[in-house]
């Protein structure tokens, strides 16, 4: 089955630089890869999400990218600010109504 | 759009006591929804799969009996822990997912479970 590796499990960034959180996939077959965002005590936030037909996507400070070949994609957080401090899990799924696999968690600080 | 409630968002119980914990989607009919659990500083893990009018799929390891899944409608599905065990306290969450396919999940807020 699909395994989802990601790194790495802490990062500490300074406000206003920026954070990059790396996941490897195993399955060829897997073609969608949502990021999930989870503050404290709260449920997981889809923040963006990257299909395999795409290489990369934008959404303001926030971008994917994704290497088919390598089997790989990572989170780009540029200007990182205060309340970008959460846990980020990267996600693989196969297809539209198979389950989503998730990383083990990347806890991201970003220090004052 | 696409929101997710989950209820209650805590619950403490003795132990042998059912818990039961509803996911409700509040602008989509979600026509699969799924359980996860997760512990401290830990990943989530799926517990199961369920179906609108059908038995819920569950992962390896879980107890069918143990976490009973019911998903009667559209918009509702429920998780009850029977007979809760001081090792059954964790971080319950359930996602929906509707007509864009499984891969569109949307998660909810999650219900904290402490069995004492």
């Known amino acids: 089955g699909e395994n989802v590796e990601q790194h790495p499990s802490t990062l500490s960034v300074q406000e206003g630089d920026s954070a990059v959180i790396k996941c490897t996939y195993s399955d060829s077959a897997s073609n969608y890869f949502p990021w999930y965002k989870q503050e404290l005590g709260k449920g997981p936030q889809l923040i963006i999400d990257i299909r395999s037909n795409v290489g990369e996507k934008k959404d303001q400070r926030i971008a994917v990218t994704l290497n088919k070949t390598a089997k790989h994609f990572s989170l780009h957080i540029t200007e990182t600010q205060p309340e970008d401090s959460a846990v980020y899990f990267c996600?693989?799924?196969?297809?539209?109504?198979?389950?989503?696999?998730f990383g083990k968690g990347t806890r991201l600080h970003i220090l004052p | 759009g696409a929101v997710v409630s989950q209820h209650p968002s805590w619950v403490i119980c003795k132990s042998g006591t059912s818990v039961k914990i509803e996911c409700r989607s509040l602008d989509f009919q979600a026509t699969t929804m799924f359980w996860y659990r997760q512990f401290p500083k830990q990943s989530l893990m799926l517990m199961a799969t369920s179906n609108e009018g059908s038995k819920a799929t569950y992962e390896q390891g879980v107890e069918k009996d143990k976490f009973l899944i019911n998903h009667a409608s559209l918009t509702l599905s429920t998780l009850t822990v029977t007979s809760a065990h001081p090792e059954d306290s964790s971080f319950y969450i359930c996602?929906?997912?509707?007509?864009?396919?499984?891969?569109?999940?949307?998660f909810g807020p999650g219900t904290r479970l402490l069995v004492l």
């Open positions: 996600a693989a799924s196969r297809g539209r109504d198979d389950k989503i696999i």
């Open positions: 996602s929906a997912a509707g007509l864009a396919g499984l891969k569109t999940q949307y």
